[in-house]
């Protein structure tokens, strides 16, 4: 059995939450696999829990953080006493932090998954609690090569450290669901949690502007999160009421209706690892690559090994870079189609969950034949 430590797992909607979630059901085809994930609504879980449970059992725990955080160790003490567990995967650090000691006493590999936020310390009590879960951990996955460099900066050395990229999924056949007033030319789209990192801002500054040239401009905005009121100010600000549409979360069904209707996927990020927050890699860009949308990005972080420059996007140096590059992307329809044509290869070819998967299980199936 492989079991999943998670905080973040759907219907709550995220990246670590789409890779978790992907993770778990590719598992599941080779592997009995048992999620135990933190309870955040109680009927929208129990739904998604039952619509999923032919591919994987999913144990929900509830309550205030620090019981949570405990009851779930003492779940976890339950399966690990029938001697059937093989393996353990973390989505970060702090699902391990708990329970790392006895997983370690009992010759259990884990496996956790660094992302690149959560691994940026504020203080020297943070760090070492970061470090001491980490250099116990069997194996570390890094969502990119930027991310394993800042793994091993934090002076976690001593086992096996991969970089393993996320799979990205196809929604492409999938039957579309209408977001209504989805009407302009070129439409722009950024789908991300609407945090200040993801360059929100700078884009609708750029928006202003290009609509002289593109009256008929619109900029998709899917997501939610704390910035939505600000943004939504800043769009009555620069009178760009009419090129720019808040659409919240949106589901599968309502991705392949957007990115079928999409010509750029924007999300060009800042560098805010002083306030702990730094884009580790971006699935969202791949996810559009799939539709053959090219992307642009920012030279931060992980992301410029989501989108290659001038081969499936583009990468700006300087954020103040933005308007200038959305204007000559924009304008080169030939350009734009190309790099699209690019990044749909590439991602067929190297990010499909039933390629990514491989990389996992090279890792498990060689800890089944040790045992």
């Known amino acids: 059995m492989i079991i999943i430590l998670t905080q973040c797992f759907p219907p709550r909607v995220g990246g670590i939450e789409n890779l978790v979630e992907n993770l778990s059901i590719e598992l599941s085809k080779n592997h009995e696999v048992l999620v135990l994930a933190d309870q955040h609504n109680k009927s929208k879980d129990a739904l998604y829990d039952v619509s999923n449970k032919n591919n994987f059992l999913i144990n929900r725990i509830g309550g205030l953080k620090f019981f949570r955080k405990r009851k779930k160790l003492s779940e976890l003490k339950k399966y690990l006493d029938t001697k059937k567990v093989s393996c353990i995967i973390g989505d970060s650090w702090k699902s391990f ?36 879960t980490l250099s116990k951990i069997s194996h570390i996955v890094c969502n990119s090569n930027y991310t394993k460099d ?8 001593n086992q096996s450290i991969v970089c393993i990229y996320p799979g990205a999924q196809s929604n492409i056949n999938l039957p579309e669901k209408i ?28 928006i202003a502007k290009l609509k002289n040239d593109y009256p008929n401009i619109l900029y998709v905005i899917a997501g939610s999160g704390e910035e939505l009121r600000s943004l939504q100010e800043k769009v009555r600000k620069f009178d760009i009421e009419k090129n720019v549409l808040f659409v919240g979360n949106i589901n599968n069904n309502e991705k392949n209706y957007l990115f079928k209707k999409t010509n750029l996927m924007l999300m060009p990020t800042t560098d805010e690892s002083g306030q702990r927050s730094i884009e580790g890699f971006g699935i969202a860009y791949l996810e559009a690559a799939f539709y053959g949308i090219p992307s642009l990005a920012s030279n931060i972080g992980g992301t410029p090994e989501a989108v290659l420059h001038e081969e499936t996007g583009l990468i700006i140096q300087n954020i103040n870079d933005l308007y200038s590059a959305l204007q000559s992307i924009l304008s080169d329809h030939k350009k734009l189609e190309k790099l699209g044509q690019n990044a749909k290869i590439r991602a067929e070819k190297h990010f499909l969950w039933s390629i990514v998967i491989k990389k996992y299980l090279h890792i498990i199936d060689n800890i089944d034949k040790k045992n």
């Open 97 to 132: 932090e708990l329970s790392i000691d006895i997983i370690k006493d009992l010759s259990i590999t884990s496996i956790c998954l660094v992302h690149g936020n959560e691994i940026i310390t504020k203080n020297l009590r943070h760090k070492k609690r970061v470090t001491s």
């Open 179 to 206: 977001i209504p007033k989805l009407n302009g030319s070129p439409i722009l789209v950024t789908l991300a949690r609407l945090e200040k990192r993801k360059g929100h801002s700078y884009v609708l500054s750029a």
């Open 150 to 157: 800042l793994v091993k900066k934090i002076g976690i050395t």
